[in-house]
């Protein structure tokens, strides 16, 4: 079993910060894992991470710990993923992009012309020792934007289906897949992917991520001899940074983007509470399916792939509690424990035999024989391809589809009957403190009469104020009952109703 890898990297004070409370920050460096955060309450908490990286550091040693690992991992047929997080302004699209993808100064280059770099690299030297190995690169980018996975090298595509298969786990329906030949093909199609990502402009950043950007890189590799087919995956992600509206200052648009990204950050932190969390010996729900990042991520996070968390922070006083929440998640973070394995060898002549199998869906085959009626065979197939691509049909041939469906289905249900349960809960918890109130403002008039009647005072106002208030209080008592009548109703409708 493997932990998840956690790095801190705090970057340098900016000139604002400077300005507010000139060269104080709020670490304390111990050695090259550990250190000290002083947060505004003046409280000091240690932290121990597989590595600290303190401001003043160099790309290219957070690349060579960090990022090199996985990228060997990757040419041998072993997935990996690494995610930099962190509040807005911390650093996080600097250490993944650097100043730019192309045309930057070697010493401030990124870990994504790095990896590149090192991909090709790696793939050289495997080559070299076996050339009966032909390997193929592939690169896919997209944005989760508003809750929407949009492809970056294909606008068109601006709501990506994600599907599961149990041979290639997640994978995103139709996405654009760029074959590319050598690394500066590579950082030139990056270059157009990071161009049309979704940016703005808040008072803690001049260009801030308004969406979570992921990069997918395939390594194929066939061999000449048996014509077996290998591929590892490498992702990496940068993370849209949490947000605190009073210091971003965020408006309209740009609020509503917030609200988005931080309620799929929120997600994450449930997934990963959910992993590390559960008791031994038993199972829980994890909630993946809680949103289109956790659901991308699912294989990445306690599953078969090496994990790397690179947990960007502002070493500033004026962000400690910030960066104190950023760390501690990352210390719950590595708790999460995966198996790792080289994914298995596929015969390439068995799975054509298997994509030609004459199984079909009954559906599917009435409606493709009433188009072949009026349209060619190979417009059919165009339309039959589209349609499983979109979701609208399943693969006939994709048993693993159709478990997925139902599974989610069922899921989505499960979690749909949760929160109306917890709803119902606490309008029930409301009404009996109501109820609770009532009750004790009753006992006092009652007691009030009581004591009017006793010293032989009647009036007409007093007992119509009772008469009142007992009225009342069998009315909230009768709307209480209808009220449970129909959230219970509620509780067992299908959740697309």
């Not at 304390?28 to 409280?43: G, R, V």
């Not at 801030?208 to 997918?216: A, G, L, N, T």
């Not at 009753?442 to 009647?453: D, P």
């Amino acid at each position: 079993m493997s932990h998840v890898t956690v790095c801190a990297r705090f970057r340098p004070l900016n000139s604002k910060e400077r300005r507010e409370f000139g060269e104080c920050i709020c670490i304390q460096s111990i050695d090259a894992e550990n250190f000290i955060l002083k947060d505004e309450k003046e409280e000091d908490f240690t932290f121990s991470f597989d590595r600290v990286f303190y401001p003043g550091s160099d790309q290219a040693d957070v690349y060579e710990f960090l990022a090199l690992p996985v990228v060997q991992d990757a040419v041998s047929a072993i997935n990996g993923t690494l995610l930099t997080y962190g509040q807005t302004g911390a650093g996080k699209t600097y250490s993944l992009e650097g100043p730019c993808i192309i045309g930057c100064d070697e010493q401030k280059k990124g870990l994504l012309p790095r990896v590149v770099d090192g991909l090709f690299e790696c793939i050289k030297l495997s080559s070299l020792s076996d050339e009966t190995i032909n390997y193929t690169v592939k690169l896919s980018m997209v944005e989760i934007y508003m809750e929407k996975v949009r492809d970056l090298f294909d606008l068109s595509k601006d709501n990506i289906q994600i599907k599961e298969t149990k041979v290639q786990g997640i994978l995103l329906a139709g996405v654009t897949e760029i074959s590319i030949q050598d690394p500066a093909e590579a950082l030139r199609s990056l270059s157009s992917g990071i161009a049309n990502r979704a940016v703005g402009e808040t008072q803690m950043n001049m260009a801030s991520s308004r969406s979570h950007c992921v990069y997918i890189f395939t390594v194929q590799q066939e061999s000449t001899k048996d014509k077996r087919l290998r591929a590892g995956k490498l992702i990496l992600v940068d993370l849209a940074g949490s947000e605190k509206v009073e210091k971003t200052g965020a408006e309209g648009r740009v609020l509503e983007e917030a609200k988005t990204i931080n309620k799929s950050l929120s997600a994450l932190g449930n997934v990963i509470n959910a992993l590390t969390c559960n008791p031994q010996g038993k199972s829980n729900h994890i909630p993946y399916r809680d949103s289109k990042l956790t659901r991308i991520l699912q294989d990445s996070l306690g599953g078969h792939s090496r994990t790397l968390l690179l947990c960007c922070c502002s070493p500033s006083p004026s962000n400690a509690s910030e960066s104190l929440s950023t760390l501690r998640f990352g210390a719950r973070a590595k708790h999460i424990k995966a198996s790792l394995r080289a994914n298995c060898n596929e015969d390439k002549s068995s799975k054509k035999q298997a994509d030609q199998s004459p199984a079909k869906d009954e559906s599917c085959e009435r409606i493709l024989n009433e188009l072949r009626e009026n349209l060619s065979i190979e417009h059919v197939k165009l339309i039959e391809e589209l349609f499983i691509l979109e979701g609208i049909f399943f693969d006939p041939n994709s048993v693993e589809a159709l478990e997925s469906a139902c599974e989610d289905v069922t899921l989505r249900t499960i979690s749909t009957l949760q929160k109306a349960v917890e709803d119902l809960a606490a309008i029930n918890e409301g009404l009996m403190k109501e109820n609770s109130v009532l009750k004790t403002r009753l006992t006092e008039v009652e007691r009030f009469n009581a004591h009017r009647i006793k010293v032989g005072w009647k009036g007409s106002h007093l007992h119509k104020i009772f008469e009142a208030i007992s009225y009342f209080i069998t009315s909230v008592g009768h709307s209480f009952s209808l009220r449970c009548r129909n959230e219970n109703v509620k509780v067992f409708q299908h959740p697309n109703n």
